[in-house]
Nanobody, 125 residues
Framework: VQLVESGGGFVQAGGSLRLSCAAS????????VAWFRQTPGNERELVAA????????NTADSVKGRTTISRDNAKNTVYLQMNNLKVEDTAVYYC???????????????????WGQGTQVTVSS
């Protein structure tokens, strides 16, 4: 499946952004989707993940309470709503997908086969 992220940009601390991950290709297959982020010199870290049926989600402690992952399977799109953004949220955000069924999702980048090109999020103080 091909993934395209959008919605990144510049925002002041305390602001909000909604990132979108649009899928195309083998979208008739079910897949889990996750958002990861990466800063220079660091490994990609999980932000949030969602199961194919949307019924199960996981959010990293660093963004818990400020971030919601959701999906609209009719639109083949997964969203990451981020509120009360902090300077430390600055990173390139990637969405990733892996074929799965039911309530599965992965929490490691190695569990995902398909990746988008990334979208930059910059939070200023």
């Amino acid at each position: 499946v091909q993934l395209v992220e959008s919605g990144g940009g510049f925002v002041q601390a305390g602001g909000s952004l909604r990132l979108s991950c649009a899928a195309s290709g083998r979208t008739s297959s079910t897949y889990a989707v996750a958002w990861f982020r990466q800063t220079p010199g660091n490994e990609r870290e999980l932000v949030a993940a969602i199961s194919p049926d949307g019924g199960t989600t996981n959010t990293a402690d660093s963004v818990k309470g400020r971030t919601t992952i959701s999906r609209d399977n009719a639109k083949n799109t997964v969203y990451l709503q981020m509120n009360n953004l902090k300077v430390e949220d600055t990173a390139v955000y990637y969405c990733a997908a892996e074929w799965a069924e039911g309530s599965w999702y992965g929490i490691s980048s190695s569990e995902y086969s398909d990746w988008g090109q990334g979208t930059q999020v910059t939070v200023s103080s």
